[in-house]
């Protein structure tokens, strides 16, 4: 069995900056794309960066390029999620997904990945 277990969330102020971390336990796996998504009460689960360990390339969502970066360390199927000039539309449970199949075009997409970690809350005060 694959857990992710994510760290680092909290409470901040506007303009302030959180690293979260993801870690995985059990098994042993490769992961080929690993990235993070997020869900605010009342809404759906929603993409915000992914990072694919065989071309080296990241992605990210509009409303968080520029403010959020991705990094990892694929021999140790870790994440990280540094965002800066958080705004209170940050505000959400942030959660960490592993997908060990082969590269999908569909990184953006919650259901192309295998393993998901429960959850760390990050709440933006204005």
């Known amino acids: 069995q694959v857990q992710l277990v994510e760290s680092g969330g909290g409470l901040v102020q506007a303009g302030g900056s959180l690293r979260l971390s993801c870690a995985a336990s059990?098994?042993?796996?490769?992961?080929?794309?690993m990235g993070w998504f997020r869900q605010a009460p009342g809404k759906e689960r929603e993409f915000v960066a992914a990072?694919?360990?065989?071309?080296?390339?990241?992605y990210y969502a509009d409303s968080v390029k520029g403010r959020f970066t991705i990094s990892g360390d694929n021999a140790k199927n870790t994440v990280f999620l540094h965002m800066n000039s958080l705004k209170p539309e940050d505000t959400a449970d942030y959660y960490c997904?592993?997908?060990?199949?082969?590269?999908?075009?569909?990184?953006?997409?919650?259901?192309?990945?295998?393993?998901w970690g429960q959850g760390t809350q990050v709440t933006v005060s204005s």
């Open positions: 997904a592993a997908r060990e199949a082969l590269w999908s075009s569909r990184y953006d997409w919650y259901g192309e990945y295998e393993y």
């Open positions: 990072i694919s360990w065989s071309s080296s390339n990241t």
């Open positions: 059990g098994r042993t796996f490769s992961s080929n794309t």
